[in-house]
């Protein structure tokens, strides 16, 4: 049998737009995965008693939800998995009832099952339809618990996507608890990912999935550019609770298919405060979320980009440049040349880390245009000694003798990029001892080129 890593929760919603909250009943049907490897250890116990308990909880919360139905259906838990495994074994132990009785009904029966088999998962969900009777205001929702992957050579992606093309169920929901990484792909082709990393946030992940559930509140964060229109996208949203300062979602901002913001679901008894990782970052803060309605957050991020290109032959070395607010010394970004990034609308300034530095000053970035700087490609200087000495690189104008790096001492061959230019080095052997023993040698770099000096 194949080790399974997870608790997991599959959300498979099926509603009507056209009916009101108030009008529908919501059904829930839990799956629960009572196979043996239930029995690994989770957190502070193993991983059937926390499954237990945390349902338990979560049970009693549900009783006084109004329009609410429930019911259980188990899978694992009728026969040993030696010597073989069935992989029909699935059945609906509580049918659909009010909410005020089921919910102490599958409490009970949850607390009396103990693991025995495998997990066919595919197999269950196909059978859970049967489960739904005929109902014209109903949405259908169900919630798998599982510790683990399908191990009877079913498919839950397909089974799931036949069932939302009958319109049993509409997307899923996942969500992993303990969830091996590598299994993350594996659930997430059935709908929407939840991580549950341990047993502390698991009741506050399902309380936020029930909150989509049943009440429907939805959100979506507005990007908006300079024509107020929401065009900005792929940059990642921090929600924190205003109150605790704590991080409470991470999510990477996504226009849908017909181009508007995604949406996403935020526990609705929480003030927030957003952070848009743009450059430099954007902050709403005091956002409140109105429960059972879809609540849009407008946040003002017009961006454009930024290209940064050598101007010549290319070479072995790439240099990068420091981006900052114009008129501030606070970093913004590093960003390397033959990279484009994205930054929000106003005027920079760029300091180039080449040999010598080059200073870029009022650099404009415009709403969803290309500003693009070149810089000349370096040349290289080939420095070789016979022995150890100090020195150092100079521009000269004619006027000022300009300081550009010191060459490394201990080194007897050394290669250092400049910009091209005219350039003259100053350099004494450490045995010399008289100041006019001072070698200087004028060269000149060409971009791409190595020159050669001898000290």
């Not at 509580?94 to 102490?104: C, G, L, R, S």
Request: charged residues 20%; contains cysteine; aromatic residues 10%.
């Amino acid at each position: 049998m194949m080790n399974k890593r997870v608790f997991s929760f599959l959300f498979i919603l099926n509603f009507s737009f056209l009916i009101s909250h108030s009008q529908t009943t919501n059904r829930i049907l839990f799956i629960f995965d009572d196979s043996y490897s239930m029995y690994a250890p989770w957190n502070s116990n193993i991983k059937i008693e926390v499954a237990k308990r945390i349902m338990g909880e979560f049970l009693d919360s549900l009783k006084g939800l109004p329009n609410l139905e429930l019911a259980l259906r188990c899978y694992g838990h009728t026969t040993f998995i030696k010597p073989e495994r069935n992989c029909k074994d699935t059945k609906l132990e509580i049918p659909f009832a009010k909410a005020t009785v089921n919910a102490t009904k599958i409490k009970q029966r949850i607390q009396k099952l103990e693991p025995l088999g495998t997990t066919p998962i595919a197999y269950s969900l196909g059978e859970s339809a049967a489960d739904f009777t005929p109902c014209s205001n109903c949405r259908n929702i169900v919630i798998l618990i599982t510790d683990g992957i399908e191990e009877c050579g079913g498919v839950p992606c397909e089974v799931s996507a036949e069932l939302q093309k009958k319109g049993i169920f509409l997307r899923p929901f996942v969500i992993g608890v303990g969830l091996d990484v590598k299994f993350a792909d594996v659930f997430g082709c059935m709908g929407k990912f939840y991580d549950v990393s341990n047993e502390a946030n698991f009741k506050d992940v399902l309380n936020l999935v029930l909150t989509e559930a049943i009440s429907q509140t939805t959100v979506q964060v507005d990007l908006l550019d300079l024509a107020r229109k929401p065009t900005e996208t792929d940059v990642n949203m921090t929600f924190y609770d205003a109150a605790t300062k704590q991080v409470k979602y991470n999510y990477l901002h996504t226009l849908n298919h017909r181009g508007n913001p995604d949406t996403i679901v935020l526990n609705p008894n929480i003030t927030y405060d957003l952070m848009v990782h743009t450059i430099p970052p954007v902050e709403k803060k005091g956002i409140t979320i109105q429960q059972g309605r879809h609540n849009v957050i407008p946040v003002d991020a017009p961006q454009g980009y930024l290209r940064l290109e050598l101007d010549g032959a290319l070479s072995k070395y790439f240099p990068t440049c420091v981006v900052r607010r114009k008129g501030e010394m606070n970093t913004l970004n590093i960003q390397d040349f033959g990279k484009t990034d994205k930054y929000i609308v106003g005027k920079y300034d760029i300091e180039v880390l080449t040999l010598p530095r080059i200073y870029l000053n009022d650099v404009e970035i415009k709403q969803s245009s290309t500003n693009t700087i070149k810089v000349p490609t370096s040349g290289s200087a080939y420095i070789t000694k016979v022995s150890n000495g100090t020195g150092s690189i100079y521009t000269d104008d004619g006027k000022k003798v300009t300081w550009v790096c010191n060459l490394n001492k201990n080194l007897m061959n050394e290669i250092i990029y400049l910009q091209p230019g005219t350039y003259k080095m100053e350099f004494r052997y450490d045995g010399v001892r008289e100041t006019t023993g001072t070698i200087e040698r004028k060269f000149t770099i060409t971009s791409a080129v190595t020159t050669t000096i001898k000290l």
